[in-house]
Every structure is written in structure tokens, then in C-alpha cells.
């Protein structure tokens, strides 16, 4: 029994945990990056978005305009005006 | 286009408040892990995400059906929408998880069953995505893609499950896990409200992107119906 108690204590504790902070941050550094880059895209996103109305609502104007007339509104009313469904 | 409304706004900001509460508790009051040290911390966002990703899915499944009994085409927006933020969480938890392993099961990836059901789960959604894009029909794309979705969702209880039902390496949170599990250990209380906090957290994320990118799929719609109408084919 003596002989098993000092064979056990020869054995080192582990006392200190292992040092992975660097994976920490890596690991948080992607759970945070990810849904910002996924943000970012919808931002890109939207500015494309608008940049495709005012073409759009551009080129409606020219198609309904007859030649020397004023600029006429848009065909489609923007879409805050419209019903919510 | 469709100004922000102030409702919305003030949820974006609850929640980036809550995120910043969430990651302040994971840094400096849960305790750190006596075996594997700071990597444990991983945990606190790697499991909502997880969970989060089969919550995306399971309104994908909701919306679905619902779209599938009235035929409005909000739901099948819905449904859409859910499939891309879940695809995000599911990104968020099987990368952060390999991070997890590298120090833990000293390799970064390995074909254990919790992994491998992911994974197939993973790219059933990525197919939900390509067979969107390859039908042109709005009305048949939405009809498809909900009848989809309800089945997809077969993998998402199979990968729950994997780890009571198979002999695995992956640790269990709830429940008893396989012997074989490895990079477990027993939660305290901070780390179990912190857990919660977090779970907590990922979820209103979610629903703030869900609403977000819900606002993102109506510009769209209405780009398309002015480009239908004034480009007619």
C-alpha cells in the first residue's frame, strides 16, 4: 500500500491547465468576424439595391417622357409608400 | 427604398448591447477550465450557434408549411432568409468546434458521427440554396423549396441525436454522453448562466437577422417587379 501511495505521488499533477488562449481568440475572432462579414454583404447588398432604383426609375422616366416634357414621376410608387402585406 | 424603422433599430441595438454583455461574461466571469484551459471558453458560443442553426431550420420547416397551406410568398421570404442564418450558424459552430479540437482531440477535424450528420446536414441546406437559384418560377421556386425544407429537416434530429445513438468523441451538454467522449467536464454554476446568457444571446442575433435580412429580401422583391416592368422579357 505504502509502496502504491509513493508510486502514485511520484506521478506530476497537472496543476496548471494547458495554455490555449491563442485558440480562444482564433476561435472568437471567427465567431464574431463571420456574422459581421454577412452585415457587410448585406450593406453591399442594399447600395446595389439602390443604385439598380435610380437606373431603373431613371429609365422609366425617359420611356414615358415625350420628347421637350417635363420629367414624370416614377411607374412605381417607392416602396414606403406601399401597403404593408 | 424602405427607410429602417425605429423598432427595428432599437432591436439591432438591444442586441448589439446583449452581445457585448454575452462576450463580457464568456472573458472575465466564467471561470476557466481546469484541463483544457482558455479554449473551453469556445463552448459559450459554440453550442448556441448549434442550437441556433437547427432553430433556423426548424422555422424554415414553420414557414414552409404555412406557405405551403396560404400562399402568401412572405413566408417563403422567411423560409429563405432562415436557411441563409442558419447555414451562418452552422459555419460559426463547425469552425469554431475544429478550433475547440485542434488543443482538445490534438487534430482539427475527424469523421466522428456528431461531425460527419453536421456536415451532411450542412450541405442539405446548401442544396436548398442551389435549387433556388436554378428555378425561375417565383411560385414554383417557393412551392420546391418549402416542400425541401420540411424534408431537409430529417437531418437536423438525426444530427441531435448522433450522440446518444452512436459511439462518439464529441462531449454531450445535456443528457448522458457516449464513454468515449472526450474534452468533456462538469459545468459549474457561473459557467451554466453563462452558457444560458449566451443562448439567450445567439437567439435574439438570429431573429435580428432574420428581421434585417426579411427587410433586405422586400428591396429586393421590389427591384425585380420595377425591372419585370419596365424590362419586359
Not at chain 2, 429537416?153 to 451538454?173: D, G, K, M, N
Request: hydrophobic residues 50%.
Amino acid at each position: 500500500m505504502a509502496e502504491m501511495i509513493a508510486l502514485l505521488s511520484s506521478f506530476p499533477a497537472q496543476a496548471e491547465p494547458l495554455e490555449t488562449t491563442g485558440y480562444m481568440l482564433l476561435g472568437y475572432a471567427f465567431l464574431i468576424g463571420l456574422p459581421l462579414l454577412y452585415i457587410l454583404s448585406w450593406v453591399v447588398q442594399r447600395r446595389n439595391l439602390e443604385r439598380d432604383v435610380e437606373l431603373l426609375r431613371s429609365l422609366s422616366q425617359e420611356a414615358e417622357r415625350p420628347a421637350g416634357a417635363p420629367e414624370a414621376a416614377a411607374a412605381r410608387p417607392p416602396l414606403e409608400q406601399r401597403p404593408a402585406e | 427604398m424602405e427607410p429602417m424603422s425605429q423598432r427595428l433599430k432599437i432591436f439591432n441595438l438591444i442586441t448589439a448591447v446583449l452581445v457585448i454583455a454575452s462576450l463580457a461574461l464568456v472573458f472575465f466571469y466564467a471561470p476557466m477550465e481546469r484541463v483544457t484551459g482558455n479554449v473551453q471558453r469556445v463552448f459559450y458560443w459554440h453550442v448556441p450557434a448549434a442550437w441556433t442553426s437547427f432553430l433556423a431550420f426548424f422555422v424554415t420547416v414553420v414557414a414552409g408549411i404555412i406557405y405551403l397551406l396560404r400562399g402568401n410568398r412572405k413566408w417563403d421570404r422567411v423560409a429563405h432568409a432562415s436557411v441563409e442564418i442558419g447555414l451562418l450558424f452552422t459555419i460559426m459552430t463547425m469552425v469554431s468546434g475544429s478550433i475547440w479540437a485542434r488543443p482538445t482531440w490534438q487534430t482539427w477535424w475527424t469523421w466522428d458521427p456528431r461531425l460527419t450528420t453536421y456536415t451532411i446536414m450542412a450541405l442539405i441546406y446548401v442544396a436548398y440554396l442551389m435549387l433556388r437559384q436554378g428555378i425561375e418560377d417565383p411560385d414554383r421556386r417557393a412551392r420546391f423549396a418549402a416542400v425541401y425544407g420540411i424534408i431537409g429537416f430529417v437531418s437536423v434530429p438525426i444530427t441531435y441525436f448522433s450522440i446518444h445513438w452512436w459511439r462518439t468523441l464529441h462531449p454531450v451538454v445535456i443528457g448522458s454522453g457516449s464513454p468515449t467522449a472526450e474534452g468533456g467536464f462538469d459545468m459549474t454554476r457561473p459557467m451554466v448562466w453563462v452558457l444560458l446568457f449566451s443562448l439567450f444571446t445567439v437567439n435574439v442575433v438570429y431573429f435580428c437577422f432574420l428581421a434585417n435580412r426579411l427587410r433586405l429580401a422586400r428591396m429586393t422583391e421590389y427591384v425585380e417587379e420595377l425591372k419585370a416592368q419596365l424590362l419586359p422579357a
